[in-house]
């Protein structure tokens, strides 16, 4: 069983629909939650950064952490076809590297 | 304007020979790093630096080594004993091991 388990999609959504977006872990000592967009052929960008447990929110997109279930959640309401990327979450125990999930692929069609 | 550069942006690498890919940062970072990322893999970690003249090998080393000579520059090299090295390599940097990481746009290494 992997670290960081991510469903890789591809996921297609119409313009203006709420997308949520999981990662499940098993680590219960990973800490540090971060959400990353990458668009084809280019480097994935931060999103979101999350300590522990809670919300953020940023604009159209909100991350959720439930440490109880090793679960994460990435909202984009709204969605835009310029959302139309690969969202990778990434989580790390205090001083541990970064655990990448798969990435999701999204579309969201006009 | 900060930010990570790496090139080149595409790279063909012949039977048996090694070919450095460079990663430049101006964003002041002390740790930096290299992932691979292969379709429906994710990034894999080869290697970080923390500081300057130090560095550990990460999740899949073989077939790579790195330098840290400087602070804002941290390369990579494929060796010929990588026997599958057709990836995306990705170079990022964070201010801490603690801090998150920010990426460059990739360098695609092909076999010719």
């Known amino acids: 069983q992997k670290e960081v388990e991510q469903d890789p999609g591809p996921l297609s959504v119409p313009e203006g629909a709420i997308v949520s977006l999981n990662c499940t872990y098993s680590n219960s000592a990973f800490q540090y939650f971060m959400w990353y967009r990458q668009y084809s052929r280019k480097g994935p960008e931060l999103l979101m950064y999350?300590?522990?447990?809670g919300n953020k929110e940023d604009g159209r997109f909100t991350a959720q952490v439930d440490k109880s279930s090793k679960y994460i959640s990435l909202f984009i309401r709204d969605s835009q076809p310029s959302d139309s990327a690969t969202y990778l979450c990434a989580m790390s125990e205090q001083g541990g590297k970064l655990i990448f999930g798969q990435g999701t692929e999204l579309s969201v069609k006009p | 304007d900060g930010g990570i550069t790496q090139s080149p942006k595409y790279l063909f690498r012949k039977e048996g020979q090694n070919v450095t890919l460079s990663c430049e940062q101006n964003?002041?970072?002390?740790?930096m790093y290299w992932y691979r990322q292969d379709p429906g893999q994710g990034l894999r970690l080869i290697y970080y630096s923390q500081i300057v003249n130090d560095f550990q090998k990460g999740d899949i080393a073989e077939g790579y080594s790195v330098s840290r000579e400087k602070k804002e520059s941290f390369p990579l090299t494929v060796t010929s004993a990588q026997k599958n090295p057709t990836a995306f390599y990705l170079c990022?940097?964070?201010?801490?091991?603690?801090?998150?990481?920010?990426f460059g746009d990739g360098t695609r290494l092909s076999i010719l």
């Open positions: 999350t300590y522990s447990s």
């Open positions: 964003l002041n970072h002390d740790a």
């Open positions: 990022a940097s964070s201010k801490t091991v603690h801090q998150p990481q920010h």
